[in-house]
């Protein structure tokens, strides 16, 4: 056996998720609970009804390339040869770790607090993996001067997600113009950024930041999954330099071959009909009847600024893994523990609300009422 | 970058197909040319619309993982748990290889002429890859005897596809039999062996032989793809005994999260109505006209056992990637040229016979009129 995979260890998002009763007021959720718009499905059955289901390109439908190159119009990204579609944004993820890097020299920089996928990923190919936590005094607000301080000689690919999963925080447009001109200041080898924009259509701040409208050496990773409530028809995409690109849809082929072209052509439909971000103002009004939540419960909260999640501080000295089987057994409300997305989350707990506001607060009452009494010295 | 990314070549089977033209006799097709059956994306519809579309559990639907261990019913493998359902049986594949075989190591065995994949997915890992050919003056059958005398100490992974692609042989109980008693008196480290099924559904002789059926040390691949024309829905699975089943769906749970929620639907809904052998009767009639276009073409050929191939000789001589482009230029056929599946296969093209009968049979004659002009010496 491959001693690599033997060392991974499961999943602790899992494990709290699995202590879910039918009656649990579940914030653990990492995907939406609104309905996808079956328009969408219905133009991929009839595709498969006039066409049947073929194999596309190894790079995926070339109309539903170009229609993604169209829609975000990154430059030096605008054309269908920088996009590759995938299984999902996870499999992009991968291919883009495999690829970049080189197991024997490189490293891969991740800010935390992060899904804890990229770690997972670099581990199982033998890459090393440098991280680098936000200051929590700062809400875990993305610095620039903590991630370029990070970079080492072997650093060739940063990841960050924004909107952010776990915190909610979105990067803004100044601090990834700082980050974009101290790399390119570097000079020597370039250091990649993978800006993984899957809660893109879930920002709710005005001056986000996008690293390929201002640096030539990134990637993006998206899907439709969070975006069109699809997160089981497992349709994303990587787009990267036509360079690059290539590459990718290399490692992609001999991965999984090509994507689905069921899903393909859902998602051609999605583009070709502008429904791209069809959920948006249901997930804006949402998030403003969480952020009054957030202030009546009175928990030290992060006020997200984008994705679905809402982050809220234990106690000082309480453990978010205990915290968390505690909420599950004695509370009934399932939420993530902090310490999966890094260690400077420990006091952190990750909630989800997609579930019904009425949920969302009855979570977070039992939440506050947990943290008063579990409190260490009470 | 990845050396190992750098290093991969481009695939000459696509760098032939690519060559088709309007119109083209194509018998460079890898995929069913028949419709899918739409119950099957119907049933997918109404579960879609009923629950959305959202993940499953990594390993797969739980319904789905018992239809499929129930189908086969292979000793040590007939429950859900060792069931990983993935994103065609191109992701099942991968999973294998990597988990199975520790790259500091391990070596794979590639049974040849064998589909490029399985030798180009280990270089992606590093690791070592051996092969062993099987011999043209018995048509390419499977042979214990070469494959026993190829494994070395650190053989940990045999690959086999049978029904196979290309070659069209099938091994026989026989000779399963044979290879799995002397794999299980070697004693120490157990040697596994995959057993590619994807043309299972397509096996035209009554003693093919199953390694699940016998040996303990069995990985089987599949997928509805080639069985039920639904090569672009990316369904496939894996089979294995519990503890190797656990890892590979950590492996898979990285590489791609879980498969598509439609597609699972899909694929239960072939296996709750009994449909996986829907097609099978079709190509069975249609290789028997395969059989007699064979002989009537002259060419020195190998009758197709299983799959839905046939493999014709080309005259001494001839280089098999240049007859390949000679035949698209000149003669407007698409034929895959046998060294794309090893040096053992360098005087073959490799024939699909999905395309209309009339089609084949043309385009036997068309290779046939190619070999009597080129065959050097005239």
């Keep these: 056996m491959n001693p690599r995979v033997e060392h991974i260890s499961g999943s602790l998002i899992r494990e709290i998720a699995q202590k879910r009763k039918p009656t649990s007021i579940n914030l653990g959720l990492g995907e939406p609970s609104l309905a996808p718009n079956p328009a969408h499905l219905e133009a991929g059955m009839r595709y498969a009804k006039e066409h049947g289901l073929r194999y596309t390109v190894n790079a995926g439908d070339l109309a539903l390339r170009e229609a993604i190159a169209a829609q975000y119009a990154y430059p030096d990204m605008h054309s269908a040869e920088n996009v590759c579609v995938t299984t999902g944004s996870q499999e992009a993820t991968y291919a883009v770790i495999k690829t970049l890097l080189d197991p024997a020299k490189d490293e891969l920089l991740v800010v935390e607090p992060a899904f804890p996928s990229y770690a997972k990923m670099a581990a199982l190919e033998g890459i090393e ?45 100044a601090t990834v113009r700082r980050i974009a001109a101290a790399l390119e200041a570097r000079g020597g080898d370039p250091v990649w950024v993978l800006h993984d924009e899957i809660y893109r259509e879930q920002t709710f701040v005005a001056n986000a930041g996008y690293f390929a409208k201002v640096y030539p050496h990134t990637i993006v990773t998206n899907s439709i999954s969070k975006s069109n409530a699809l997160t089981g028809l497992r349709l994303g995409w990587v787009m990267a330099p036509a360079r690059v690109a290539a590459s990718l849809v290399k490692v992609h082929a001999w991965l999984t071959s090509c994507a689905d072209t069921f899903a393909q052509q859902a998602a051609l439909h999605i583009f070709s009909s502008g429904a791209i971000g069809e959920h948006s103002a249901w997930y804006s009004q949402r998030r403003d009847g969480v952020a009054r939540a957030l202030a009546q419960s009175g928990l030290p909260h992060i006020l997200p600024e984008g994705s679905f999640y809402a982050c809220v501080r234990l106690p000082e000295g309480l453990k978010s893994l205990e915290a968390a089987h505690e909420l599950a057994d004695r509370y009934d409300v399932i939420a993530i523990p902090g310490i999966a997305f890094g260690p400077s989350f420990e006091s952190w707990l990750r909630l989800s609300w997609v579930a019904p506001p009425e949920s969302v607060a009855e979570g977070l009452t039992r939440i506050a009422t947990y943290c008063r009494t579990a409190a260490p010295g009470r």
Tied chains: 1, 2.
């Design 129 to 173: 993996v440098r991280t680098v936590a936000m200051r929590e005094e700062d809400g875990f607000a993305f610095d620039a001067d903590l991630i370029l301080n990070a970079v080492t000689k072997n650093t060739r690919l940063i990841v960050i997600c924004s909107p952010c999963n776990p915190t909610a925080r979105v990067i803004d447009d």
